[in-house]
């Protein structure tokens, strides 16, 4: 098969840890006998240092001829520190989720059995949890307008909007991936509050008739992330909106043992962008320690997903498992004294592919 990727390694850490995902994604091409073809574009603060735009117009057409995108992370500390700043890495990536279509964001959450003591829950808490959180990736607080500032500068305005197609779709979708899984779909909102959240609620209602093999429970999102870490297992699908799945995603991955290791597939109208959850991690930058597993299993939901190649998908999944049994892994989640580099572990994952 013919695979004709966009590699967008960003910010920080994005190109070390794509680099380290190339090696299994090529590892992977030749034993199958794919044929790969990939090309790079800037995204985030370095797209906005080379042309003054974070998701720059040639970015856009080369996501768009691909059949897949392979991305790293965006962000910046010069931005952070800078909160007036006009443009922000930030938007780029924002950009290229809303230019894209890219209404879902699915984030599969799953523990590896030699990194349970990792996690600061208790094993038997954890052991065996294994959910998937879907989050709306082009609605809510984050494009919802007006978003500003008086003219003062003292008063300041986010406006969360859903639609009723916006919430439909995602929905169907996640009851699609229940129907494929244990049949259970939970709808995090905060009902009790916001309006938006009553049409989440009533239209996951109208459509939760539609799917009477799936149970449906919905639950406040302050006590989904209560229940969240109390009890894990209880969940098998989430769907929720934008910015409660931003936040219920980084917490979850404390019950895997590292942000490092979590990462995310997000689909909708045009081409598939995979991704790891975690940041561009400025400070590791450069210094060849960051973790590149969320990349590397990023590059399996791609084959998964983007290309229906399974086999391609697992064999990197077990590899990646291998490198965790074998202590082949970065200083989060090593043993003391023990951490191997970004760049080896890539090699080890590579290999281990190579030599299956
Ligand atoms: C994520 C990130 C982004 C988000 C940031 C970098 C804009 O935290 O992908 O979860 O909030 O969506
Ligand atoms: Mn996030």
């Given at each position: 098969m013919k695979l004709n990727i966009a590699v967008l390694a960003g910010d920080g850490i994005g190109p070390e840890i794509i680099a380290e995902a190339l090696k299994s994604v090529q590892a992977v091409c030749t034993k199958f006998n794919h044929e790969l073809t990939y090309k790079e574009a800037l995204v985030g603060a370095c797209a906005i240092d080379a042309t003054?735009?974070?998701?720059?117009e040639e970015t856009h057409s080369l996501c768009m001829q691909s059949d897949a995108v392979l991305f790293g992370a965006i962000g910046s500390p010069f931005y952070d520190n800078n909160p007036?700043?006009?443009?922000?890495?930030?938007q780029g990536l924002l950009a290229m989720r809303k230019k894209l279509g890219l209404f879902a964001n699915i984030r599969p959450v799953t523990t590896f059995p030699s990194l349970?003591?990792?996690?600061?829950?208790?094993s038997e808490l954890i052991e065996g949890a294994d959910f998937m959180c879907i989050r709306e990736l082009t609605g809510g607080m984050y494009f919802g307008r007006p978003q500003g500032r008086s003219e003062d500068g003292d008063t300041a305005y986010d406006t969360c909007v859903y639609t009723r197609e916006e919430i439909d779709r995602i929905v169907r979708l996640a009851y699609g991936y229940a129907q494929k899984r244990r049949k259970k779909l939970t709808v995090v909102d905060k009902a009790n509050v916001l309006a938006t959240s009553r049409l989440w609620r009533q239209v996951s209602q109208e459509i939760s008739a539609e799917y009477p093999d799936v149970e449906t429970e919905y639950m406040f999102v302050d006590n989904a992330a209560m229940r969240l870490i109390q009890w894990p297992k209880s969940f098998d699908v989430m769907v929720t909106e934008n910015m409660f799945g931003d936040i219920l995603t980084d917490e979850a991955s404390v019950i895997t043992g590292s942000l490092g290791m979590l990462p995310s597939a997000s689909v909708g109208i045009h081409t598939s962008v995979f991704e790891p959850i975690h940041g561009s991690y400025p400070q590791a930058?450069?210094?060849?320690?960051?973790?590149?597993l969320a990349t590397i299993l990023s590059a399996a939901l791609m084959f998964e997903y983007a290309f229906d190649l399974k086999e391609e998908g697992k064999l990197i999944r077990e590899a990646v498992a291998a490198s965790m049994d074998a202590g082949?892994?970065?200083?989060?989640?090593?043993e003391k004294g023990k951490a191997y580099s970004t760049s080896a572990v890539g090699d080890w994952v590579a290999s281990y592919i190579k030599n299956k």
């Amino acid at each position: 098969m013919k695979l004709n990727i966009a590699v967008l390694a960003g910010d920080g850490i994005g190109p070390e840890i794509i680099a380290e995902a190339l090696k299994s994604v090529q590892a992977v091409c030749t034993k199958f006998n794919h044929e790969l073809t990939y090309k790079e574009a800037l995204v985030g603060a370095c797209a906005i240092d080379a042309t003054g735009n974070p998701y720059p117009e040639e970015t856009h057409s080369l996501c768009m001829q691909s059949d897949a995108v392979l991305f790293g992370a965006i962000g910046s500390p010069f931005y952070d520190n800078n909160p007036s700043a006009k443009v922000r890495p930030e938007q780029g990536l924002l950009a290229m989720r809303k230019k894209l279509g890219l209404f879902a964001n699915i984030r599969p959450v799953t523990t590896f059995p030699s990194l349970l003591h990792k996690s600061p829950l208790r094993s038997e808490l954890i052991e065996g949890a294994d959910f998937m959180c879907i989050r709306e990736l082009t609605g809510g607080m984050y494009f919802g307008r007006p978003q500003g500032r008086s003219e003062d500068g003292d008063t300041a305005y986010d406006t969360c909007v859903y639609t009723r197609e916006e919430i439909d779709r995602i929905v169907r979708l996640a009851y699609g991936y229940a129907q494929k899984r244990r049949k259970k779909l939970t709808v995090v909102d905060k009902a009790n509050v916001l309006a938006t959240s009553r049409l989440w609620r009533q239209v996951s209602q109208e459509i939760s008739a539609e799917y009477p093999d799936v149970e449906t429970e919905y639950m406040f999102v302050d006590n989904a992330a209560m229940r969240l870490i109390q009890w894990p297992k209880s969940f098998d699908v989430m769907v929720t909106e934008n910015m409660f799945g931003d936040i219920l995603t980084d917490e979850a991955s404390v019950i895997t043992g590292s942000l490092g290791m979590l990462p995310s597939a997000s689909v909708g109208i045009h081409t598939s962008v995979f991704e790891p959850i975690h940041g561009s991690y400025p400070q590791a930058a450069g210094k060849n320690i960051a973790n590149p597993l969320a990349t590397i299993l990023s590059a399996a939901l791609m084959f998964e997903y983007a290309f229906d190649l399974k086999e391609e998908g697992k064999l990197i999944r077990e590899a990646v498992a291998a490198s965790m049994d074998a202590g082949v892994v970065t200083e989060d989640i090593s043993e003391k004294g023990k951490a191997y580099s970004t760049s080896a572990v890539g090699d080890w994952v590579a290999s281990y592919i190579k030599n299956k």
